[in-house]
Every structure is written in structure tokens, then in C-alpha cells.
């Protein structure tokens, strides 16, 4: 069975983060609030850099960049993800691509762990606007033996009762994908990762790359969830059940 991956950890949320101009009005913050719908804009067409400093102390690994949909980074733009040792000397992570409506996901073969990240933009067509720029390692959950799973939308409409027992129905947005997925797992090093997702991401969204190979920005329906089951050594039980969460 394929894997599924997670994103929780983006590198811009503890980095210093600078770029070429900003809209005051569209901070530059908006980059990595985890709000995909508020938007950063610069201000000009002209060449663009957002560029990233994780610091001396800490540099966690990168290997996958994600921008959701909502930006405007088509109608000619070129794109360039590039990381250094010393902001000096720049590399690409990946090759450099044009511009396309829609989300951007990137994946590289393999991590990074370097101090310096930018993502440079040329020929843009209109000033910047990106809902979110995330860069980090995906969580690949490997040695998972999936016994079941749903996926598929889910409605997003709330029940009420009258006194008398008549329904009311409120439709409150949109559908949303819907994730539910019973695991059994064999690794105690997939379990110690899981750990650390639930240790960050209780209440925070986070990118779900499904069994079918699709990036979701997803929510934890139980931000609570866990401890592990562990019914015998080096196995561990668990439900991960999440809704998709949207502009």
C-alpha cells in the first residue's frame, strides 16, 4: 500500500524572514500564519525574493515546498528554490519551473538541512500575492499496515432540533475532503514522529499528502489525540482523522 505523508513543521514560522517589498496591508507575516486565506502582496513586478534565515542555532531539514491556491504566480513568472551555507553561494533545490494557476508542490529526492533558503520569482506578471509559502520535511509514516480507511468529501452542514423534534439544517460552507485512516504500525522511529506531529500540530493545520498522492491542508478533528495503543511490543495502534481546512 502506498504511504501517506505529513507536513507540519514550516521552517519560515521560527526563521527571519525578509522579501523584496511588502503591501503594509498584506504583511509579509501572512507568509506563515497558517491562515490560507489572508494573502501577503508586495508591491512591484520587478524581480521578487522571499529569503529565509533559520539562524545559527537550529536548521531543520527541508525536502518539500508547498504554495496553496490563491496566488498569482502564472502568466509568465519563472521560480527558483534555492538554498546556501553562507548566503553567497546559492543551489537549487529543485529546477527552476514556470509559474502555473493552482497549488505548488514541490518534492525534492532528498533533505536539505542548510541555513539559507529564497524563493526567487522573475517576470511576474503582477505584484506577488501567496496565501502561504511552506517549506519542510515530509513525514513519510513507513512500515504503517493501513486495516481501513475513508476519504472522500464531507459536508459542512450543522443539525438543529426544535422543542417539537423538527430538523433545522444550516449549511455552513463549503464541502471538505475528509480523512480517517486506521493504522497499525511496526516502527517505533514512524511512532516517535507521529509523537512530534501531535506535539506541534494539536490545533494547528498541516499538509496531508494522501494515499493517492494529493496535497491537502488538513486539521486534526481531535486536536487531543493520543496516546498510542500498543498492544504488543513494537506495535502501535491509532486513528488519524482529519477535515480539510479552507480559505
Not at 7 to 32: A, F, G
Request: one cysteine or more.
Amino acid at each position: 500500500m502506498s504511504s501517506i505523508y505529513l507536513l507540519y513543521r514550516n521552517i519560515l514560522e521560527r526563521s527571519t524572514v525578509t522579501v523584496t517589498s511588502e503591501d503594509s496591508d498584506y504583511p509579509k507575516w501572512r507568509l506563515h500564519d497558517r491562515d490560507v486565506g489572508k494573502k501577503y502582496k508586495g508591491t512591484s513586478i520587478a524581480n521578487h525574493t522571499i529569503h529565509i534565515d533559520q539562524g545559527a542555532s537550529v536548521q531543520y531539514d527541508v525536502d518539500t515546498l508547498i504554495i496553496p491556491d490563491g496566488h498569482n504566480l502564472y502568466g509568465g513568472a519563472q521560480l527558483d528554490w534555492e538554498y546556501s551555507t553562507d548566503d553567497s553561494s546559492w543551489y537549487d533545490m529543485v529546477t527552476a519551473w514556470a509559474g502555473a494557476s493552482g497549488q505548488i508542490a514541490k518534492e525534492a529526492a532528498s533533505a536539505q538541512n542548510k541555513r539559507y533558503w529564497r524563493l526567487v520569482m522573475t517576470s511576474l506578471a503582477a505584484n506577488p500575492e501567496i496565501p502561504e509559502l511552506w517549506m519542510g520535511r515530509r513525514v513519510e509514516l513507513q512500515d504503517v499496515i493501513a486495516w481501513g480507511y475513508l476519504d472522500g468529501l464531507r459536508g459542512n452542514v450543522q443539525r438543529e432540533d426544535s422543542l417539537s423534534g423538527r430538523p433545522f439544517f444550516l449549511e455552513r460552507g463549503e464541502e471538505r475532503e475528509y480523512r480517517n485512516y486506521v493504522c497499525k504500525l511496526r516502527s517505533s522511529s514512524v511512532a516517535a514522529d507521529l509523537e512530534a506531529f501531535f506535539t506541534h500540530s494539536r490545533g494547528k493545520p498541516f499538509w496531508l499528502k494522501d494515499l493517492d498522492g494529493n496535497w491537502y491542508f488538513m486539521s486534526l478533528v481531535d486536536p487531543n489525540i493520543g496516546p498510542f495503543g500498543r498492544p504488543s511490543l513494537n506495535r502501535y495502534d491509532l486513528q488519524l482523522e482529519m477535515l480539510e481546512v479552507l480559505a
